[in-house]
């Protein structure tokens, strides 16, 4: 695609949308980072019932540096949200689950967080929203991490 003026447009609107998601304020009790660290522990929570999640894959669905992914992990075991575990077989690997009792409170805000989606679905319409959907599935699977 060489069409210049789309790629500013799309340029554009990318620098628009992310700025609504990080100064939304959604995430008044947590920063953004820990936020996501904890969506990603509560979706695994919500398959498996545990939420053990590597920190390794953390790392690699956030595309954040590793030392930002343990900084925001220490917060999170700090204010009693994650307790972090060492792995099974020899202790190298590293594991985070979602402490029970503070589920509550992290689901007051992702329903914040969701309330924004759904105001974005709202203007957009179920269709745009399907197609945005389709097109951040996409760039995940070729890897690309926005």
Partial sequence: M????????????????????????????????EAIVMKLVYDQYKTDGTGRTAVRWIVQ???????????????????????RE???????????????ERLPDFLAVHRRSLELVRQIADVVGPEDAETFVRMYEKLSAAGIRL
Avoid: H
């Avoid at 669905?61 to 009693?80: D, F, I, P, Y």
């Fill in 2 to 33: 060489e069409n210049e003026a789309l790629l500013e447009r799309m340029l554009r609107a990318w620098i628009g949308v992310s700025g609504l998601l990080k100064s939304s304020r959604i995430t008044r009790e947590l920063t953004y980072n």
């Fill in 61 to 83: 669905e956030t595309n954040m540096r590793k030392s930002l992914v343990n900084r925001t992990v220490n917060a999170l075991c700090a204010q009693g949200y994650l307790v």
């Fill in 86 to 100: 060492r792995g099974d077989a020899d202790g190298r690997s590293v594991f985070v689950r979602p402490v029970a």
